[in-house]
């Protein structure tokens, strides 16, 4: 089946005899056995729920892996995927992330013993150069939250040990558009609050691998810490993928439109978006993406332009998130990065001039007129 035709039928309830279209919310915190010693599948909902099981076999299948985990949120799915280290291993990670992992391996991890390094992962020599005896993993974002680099994973995997646990987040692009297990990742992390739940209506996470021993341990872990997805929440991500591709397609070709009308506009002087790469990271992306994404990061001239605009915007709601079929607007350097020390977040290029767009399926003349009114 391809990718399409599994979002809309790829997740089954098994004990359905109704012919009932959909599956149902287990909304059941536990299950009654039929005799002693005997279980019907399903004990507790901390360890399984059946509304969960096709939730996640539906994401496996979309990744290419063998098995998925569910999680609360993609902070929960981050915080097993730690869980799997002990302490004193090192990690290495994209020094352009999500503002939230990166207070989890400054704030949290280093409680528990766990170093990290903070490299340009594009950049194999660093990458290669970052490597100890005690690395056991290596975390990437590709493309980079919200400066849009990106990561050859292929070229990554072949760059590290085998030793070291290749974990890629793949919250940007989704299995729609790049499918990171089929590069070499060991392990893939999703914050499905975004663009597999799609409608800004719900938390999500998961984790997706090819090895069922790190799965296991996953299980073991999110059963223990009691981390997984509730059922209705399952209910409603099985709902929403069933329009992922459609979706994506919509809000990639939506913003192509905007990306090429902000790099016309006066006000607008640096774009981060794939179609702007430079060759070779343009070369990477055809290699390893099938679609250029529905985000883009752009620095405009002036501080005052950029908090105008904040204020300006219309249909365009300024919040923090992305993925949603809602047009958002993000203020990177007060909102998902304020968290990181200010030499650092200068550095990466987050500047009080940057904005980040989540661009949704809105129809895009739309869109262009509210920009067009915040940002002249
Ligand atoms: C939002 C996000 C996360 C965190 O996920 P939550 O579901 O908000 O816990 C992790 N990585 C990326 C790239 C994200 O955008």
Not at 55 to 62: F, G, K, P, Q, Y
């Amino acid at each position: 089946m391809n990718f399409d035709t599994v979002c809309v039928h790829g997740a089954k309830d098994p004990h359905n005899n109704t012919g009932a279209l959909t599956v149902p919310i287990y909304q059941s915190a536990t299950f009654a056995h039929p005799g002693v010693g005997q279980s019907t599948g399903y004990d507790y909902v901390r360890t399984q729920n059946p509304t969960r099981e096709p939730l996640e076999r539906l994401v496996a299948s979309l990744e290419g892996g063998r098995e998925a985990l569910a999680f609360a949120s993609g902070m929960a799915a981050l915080d097993a995927t730690l869980t799997l280290l002990d302490q004193g291993d090192h990690l290495i990670a994209s020094d352009d992330l999500y503002g939230g992992s990166v207070r989890l391996f400054d704030a949290l991890a280093r409680r528990a013993g766990l170093k990290t390094t903070y490299v340009d992962t594009g950049d194999l020599t660093a990458l290669r150069a970052a490597v100890r005896p005690e690395t056991r993993m290596a975390f990437i974002e590709t493309p980079t939250n919200p400066m849009m680099k990106i990561t050859d994973i292929q070229a990554a995997r072949a760059a590290l040990p085998e030793r070291i646990l290749l974990v890629v987040d793949n919250t940007f692009l989704t299995p729609h558009f790049q499918k990171p297990l089929t590069l070499g990742a060991d392990l893939v992390l999703h914050s499905g609050t975004k663009y597999l739940a799609g409608h800004n209506d719900t938390l999500a996470g998961f984790v997706v691998t090819d090895n069922l021993e790190l799965a296991d341990k996953l299980r073991f872990i999110s059963k223990t810490v009691g981390a997984p997805l509730a059922p209705f929440d399952c209910f409603l991500l099985i709902r929403s993928i069933k329009t992922l591709a459609l979706r994506l397609e919509k809000s990639a070709t939506n913003a192509l439109t905007v990306a090429k009308w902000l790099a016309n506009h006066h006000r607008v002087k640096k774009i981060f978006y794939p179609a702007f790469y430079d060759q070779k990271s343009q070369e990477i992306a055809q290699r390893q993406t099938t679609g250029l994404g529905a985000m883009i990061s752009f620095e405009v001239d002036s501080e005052a332009t950029a908090k105008r605009a904040l204020e300006k915007v219309k249909l365009i709601l300024y919040a923090e998130s992305l993925g949603g079929v809602e047009t958002l607007i993000t203020y990177p350097c007060l909102q998902t990065h304020a968290d990181l020390p200010e030499a650092r977040r200068l550095a990466l290029g987050i500047n009080e001039r940057l904005l980040r767009l989540s661009i949704g399926v809105e129809n895009p003349e739309d869109l262009l007129a509210d920009l067009k009114w915040a940002l002249d």
